[in-house]
């Protein structure tokens, strides 16, 4: 079958592959379904015409031999000599074969469908791994909402091939050999004539399918930018409201929804018309052989039981023609909605381990930048930065806006490879090491701290395992956190919202500090840790940080001077290079790039204090 399939089907189909002795069981199962139906086609020529029929004096009730020259059945050599009245034996068989129909069509059904949803998870899981190991650049250029409508959408489009479609594309595969086999066992000549003009319906049905798969990839792509707008729009929902967009929002919405729709109704139409077809057919093939077999009953050559037979094989046959064209439509579908999701599949991975990478040992010493360089896409943005962090200094890293000071911290734990130069730990390239054992030794805590729709202690606890309650406690103690997680309806098994939203911006840091702390990593990131808070928010998560700091080797990226002005060493990047390294006063007195950065703040601090108490002092005597 798979050589008449295209290689995306092919490659989808190979997902079945870890479950073919299941798939191969629940097969021979529905097998005995199609059997089971082609047994009671049977059938109706000895009940019409021997059960309804009582001039008949002959008690023996024969089945139409089998296919291909076999020897003809008797139903009541079925049974005891006991049981010979015609209708018992008939109404028995007729039991019997249903009853054998109905467990292997539950039994046989289950399992191909089983196998199908097992496959699709497994697809599910890759896709969703393959994502979570992209590199960092990769969610910068990939809509949020596409990607979740990928791993969502576009594989349940496929789940349904996988299972409910395959499932009935075997019963129905061999339902149709089955009456194919009846009919040409009752009579060749009526046989060949009602399945001639069967081409008729099935070139149709295989030009339709092409035009459906595209309509589909069309469709899957105008779901993502739903999934994007819808993403978009709750996560920024203050922004909305904040600029009175809701209206805007709405309109985008509804026009993405009417692209999804027409794109949809054209799949739609193509799928639906397979049915119509066939029937259509039917009439004209029904009209030839009632004119056929008239002839024939008269004179004796066929009986009416036979007619009746071949009329009732002949109806269900069609059934699985007009099943399998949706079929094939539905896996039509399926190799569209599945086009993304290859297509991220065979995205190369953030890269991994060097061979033979070594595990970096417990950091001792200094963390060296020699002569690194970085490039985002074909730009320069970091050239020549030179620089050594002995343990337990503060460096701080300045400049003005896209100067590169996170690209800077990023190459550290290797979110980004180095274009040019090295950067060595204890003189050990961090290349050279596995990325478990790097990033293990770094701790990160940034502007935006990410916190996940969980307890506060998950998120404390988060990357750990096994870890004591009482560290927990601990943490959030030197975090500055304790107090307020208490305070929560259910304290630290309260759940926190998604992204931490049920906290404020200070109670969402301090849970990422707290993270940090109980990670307990010898260096330490805070990019732009404080920016976004407002003043007694920030004075306990700067005394939350002075906790955090304590015996660590630490790279601090802040816009506020103020908070770097007890480093060790500050480098003031500009255009991807140090300008100017040294201790705050150095180089206030230097006169350079920082002065001029110190000077702009801390003038626009006090002009604005300036007006603050200017409007709000009280009027001058003698004057209204």
């Not at 030009?207 to 920024?236: A, M, N």
């Not at 990160?444 to 395992?465: P, S």
């Not at 926190?496 to 702390?517: K, T």
């Not at 255009?575 to 000077?599: F, K, N, P, V, W």
């Amino acid at each position: 079958m798979t050589s008449f399939l295209s290689p995306q089907l092919r490659r989808l189909l190979s997902y079945v592959r870890p479950y073919r002795f299941r798939m191969t069981f629940g097969v021979i199962l529905l097998g005995f379904v199609a059997l089971a139906e082609g047994i009671v086609a049977l059938m109706i020529a000895p009940m019409v015409d021997r059960v309804l029929n009582p001039a008949v004096s002959d008690s023996s009730l024969p089945l139409v031999k089998l296919p291909f020259g076999g020897p003809t059945i008797y139903l009541n050599r079925f049974f005891p000599p006991s049981i010979h009245n015609v209708w018992t034996v008939v109404a028995f068989s007729l039991l019997t074969v249903f009853f054998v129909k109905a467990i292997s069509e539950y039994a046989g059904t289950t399992l191909v469908q089983s196998v199908g949803h097992l496959a699709i998870t497994d697809l599910r899981n890759q896709i969703y791994a393959k994502l979570i190991r992209q590199p960092i650049d990769f969610f910068q250029h990939q809509p949020a909402g596409r990607l979740m409508s990928a791993v969502i959408n576009d594989v349940e489009r496929a789940r349904l091939a996988l299972s409910e479609y395959l499932a009935d594309f075997f019963r129905q595969g061999f339902g149709l050999f089955v009456f194919l086999a009846v009919l040409f066992r009752i009579d060749v000549t009526m046989a060949v004539g009602s399945v001639f003009l069967l081409p008729m319906v099935i070139w149709p049905v295989g030009k339709l399918g092409r035009r459906i798969r595209r309509s589909v990839e069309d469709s899957q792509t105008r779901l993502g930018e739903l999934s994007q707008i819808l993403q978009e729009t709750v996560s920024g929902n203050r922004i909305v409201k904040a600029f009175g967009m809701e209206e805007f929002e709405i309109g985008k919405f509804r026009g993405a929804a009417r692209r999804l729709l027409r794109e949809t109704m054209r799949w739609v139409r193509a799928q639906v018309v397979t049915s119509p077809l066939m029937d259509l057919l039917q009439p004209v093939v029904i009209a030839f052989l009632l004119l056929y077999a008239r002839d024939k009953i008269r004179l004796h050559q066929i009986t009416l039981g036979l007619f009746f037979a071949f009329v009732y094989a002949l109806f269900k046959s069609y059934e699985p023609v007009k099943r399998m064209g949706s079929i094939y439509q539905q896996f039509q579908q399926a190799e569209g909605a599945t086009k993304q999701v290859f297509a991220l599949l065979d995205l190369p991975e953030e890269e991994q381990d060097a061979p033979g990478a070594s595990t970096l040992p417990p950091f001792a010493s200094e963390i060296e930048f020699d002569s690194v360089s970085f490039s985002y896409d074909s730009t320069l943005v970091l050239r020549g930065i030179d620089f050594t962090a002995r343990k337990g200094e503060v460096i701080a890293i300045v400049g003005t806006s896209g100067a590169g000071k996170t690209t800077l911290v990023n190459l550290l734990p290797r979110f980004y490879e180095v274009s040019g130069g090295a950067i060595r730990v204890d003189g050990v390239d961090v290349r050279d090491v596995t990325l478990r054992s790097l990033r293990a030794q770094i701790a990160v805590v940034t502007q935006e701290n990410i916190l996940f729709h969980d307890t506060a202690r998950n998120n404390i606890c988060y990357g750990l395992a096994n870890v004591d309650p009482a560290s927990v406690v601990e943490a959030a103690r030197a975090a500055l956190a304790h107090e307020f997680i208490l305070e929560l309806p259910q304290g630290y098994d309260t759940l926190i919202g998604e992204r931490g939203q049920r906290l404020s911006g200070g109670q969402r840091q301090r849970i990422a500090i707290a993270r940090a702390i109980l990670k307990n990593s010898p260096i330490l990131i805070l990019d732009e840790a404080t920016s976004e808070l407002d003043s007694e928010s920030e004075m306990l998560v700067q005394r939350a940080l002075g906790n955090l700091m304590v015996g660590r080797t630490v790279f601090v990226i802040a816009h506020r001077l103020a908070t770097i002005r007890r480093a060790d060493r500050i480098l003031v990047l500009e255009d991807g290079l140090i300008c100017e390294s040294g201790r705050h006063a150095d180089l206030l007195a230097r006169g350079g790039l920082y002065a001029r950065l110190h000077e702009l703040q801390f003038a626009d601090d006090e002009s604005l204090a300036a007006r603050v108490a200017s409007n709000g002092a009280p009027a001058p005597a003698g004057k209204s």
